[in-house]
């Protein structure tokens, strides 16, 4: 059964536009949602994360909107860039230390 | 700032071989994680450790063993590797356990012949 789920798979974007990147989840216990970024080569780093407390967390052109109802969430990228072409995760959590990982939404933005 | 190693960068290995990956840390960090990456799935969790003295199993744990030698260091061995088996094998750390951001290492790809 998996616990995240991401879509879309892969996403195409032109430079400028908003990218939305989706992510819904099975366990209400959940209350920790961190965003990883992913380049060819590297290991992921955190973008941006949120706690199930809020309904909104900004951090420059990346938003998380989380609507902890219908255990959903998403990130919009605002005025996408080249450099933003990657693989997106979306993590769930708690205080237990471990993080469940969704399979990845792959974005191109092409310039 | 901090940095994770792992080691090897790359590492090839034949059916039923057993394999060491290795991971240091110089982050200070209590909390490291090995995961396993196969292409399109996404992050699985093999083993994690919260503090020095501490191993825990992750959602993949059979067929892998962990050991954290000290608080820098974490490795992790594949008792038995299976043929065609190709994965990206990622090491992390964190400050604690308790909504801390994990810091990842690049690396290290396996091919088993």
């Known amino acids: 059964q998996q616990q995240v789920r991401q879509s879309p798979q892969s996403l195409t974007v032109w430079e400028g536009e908003t990218a939305i990147l989706n992510c819904s989840y099975e366990?209400?216990?959940?209350?920790?949602f961190p965003w990883y970024q992913q380049f060819p080569g590297e290991g992921p780093a955190l973008l941006i994360a949120?706690?199930?407390?809020?309904d909104k967390k900004e951090d420059g052109r990346f938003t998380i909107f989380f609507n902890k109802r219908e255990k959903k969430l998403s990130l919009h990228i605002t005025d996408s860039q080249p450099g933003d072409s990657a693989t997106y995760f979306c993590?769930?959590?708690?205080?237990?230390?471990?993080?469940?990982f969704g399979h990845g939404t792959i974005l191109r933005v092409h310039p | 700032g901090g940095i994770i190693t792992q080691t090897p960068k790359f590492l090839i290995g034949q059916e039923g071989q057993k394999l060491t990956l290795k991971c240091q840390q110089n982050?200070?960090?209590?909390?490291m994680y090995w995961y396993r990456q196969d292409s399109g799935k996404g992050l699985r969790l093999i083993y994690y450790?919260?503090?020095?003295?501490?191993?825990q199993k992750g959602d993949l744990s059979e067929g892998y063993d962990a050991s954290r030698e000290k608080k820098s260091s974490f490795s992790l061995t594949v008792t038995s590797a299976q043929k065609n088996e190709m994965a990206v094998f990622l090491c992390?750390?964190?400050?604690?356990?308790?909504?801390?951001?994990?810091?990842f290492g690049p690396g290290t790809r396996l091919t088993v012949l």
């Open positions: 992390a750390s964190s400050i604690d356990s308790f909504y801390a951001e994990q810091f």
């Open positions: 366990n209400s216990a959940f209350d920790y």
């Open positions: 949120i706690r199930s407390v809020s």
């Open positions: 993590a769930v959590g708690a205080n237990t230390g471990k993080l469940t």
């Open positions: 982050f200070n960090h209590d909390t």
């Open positions: 450790s919260i503090t020095e003295n501490d191993l």
